[in-house]
């Protein structure tokens, strides 16, 4: 069983991921520090770029989306060193790397469903390892609690 504070963030997470336009995956992020909340992010397109995540080709959307992590450390603006991210889907390895260098200490992520691990197992095992290396704690959430 998780904590209450531990529902509430990984909650919010993911309702700041369902504001996101892609329609095929919502991606939230919450940065915070001891209990209270740093910053929020989600998947999409930068201010001012065309919001075509619906018409655009898979490949575009990639090239133009933002993930929830690295929106949820742009909009801190601010020292994340020994904060916590809580995030709706594990993070990549570009997104692990940005976690790492700005000295996020812990990633609270779910489980991951055999289906998106089919998909993105690779990348996550990359992710982990890279966590592994720099000290990153990685605290699995179970999926029964949610």
């Known amino acids: 069983m998780i904590s209450k504070w531990a529902t509430r963030f990984f909650q919010m997470a993911q309702l700041v991921g369902s504001w996101s336009k892609d329609p095929s995956t919502q991606v939230g992020a919450v940065i915070t520090e001891n209990n209270r909340i740093v910053s929020v992010g989600f998947n999409g397109y930068p201010h001012g770029i065309s919001d075509s995540a619906e018409t655009d080709s898979r490949d575009m959307k990639l090239l133009k989306t933002l993930h929830a992590e690295e929106n949820a450390i742009l909009f801190a603006k601010r ?5 916590e991210i809580w995030v709706t889907h594990f993070p990549c390895p570009n997104c692990a790397a940005k976690i790492i260098q700005t000295g996020i200490a812990t990633v609270h992520c779910p489980e991951q469903t055999d ?3 089919s998909r993105w197992g690779d990348k996550i095992q990359v992710s982990q390892d890279m966590f592994e ?3 990153v704690t990685v605290d699995w959430l179970p999926l029964s609690d949610f």
């Open 133 to 135: 290396q720099a000290g």
């Open 79 to 83: 020292d994340l060193s020994g904060c």
């Open 115 to 117: 289906d998106f691990l």
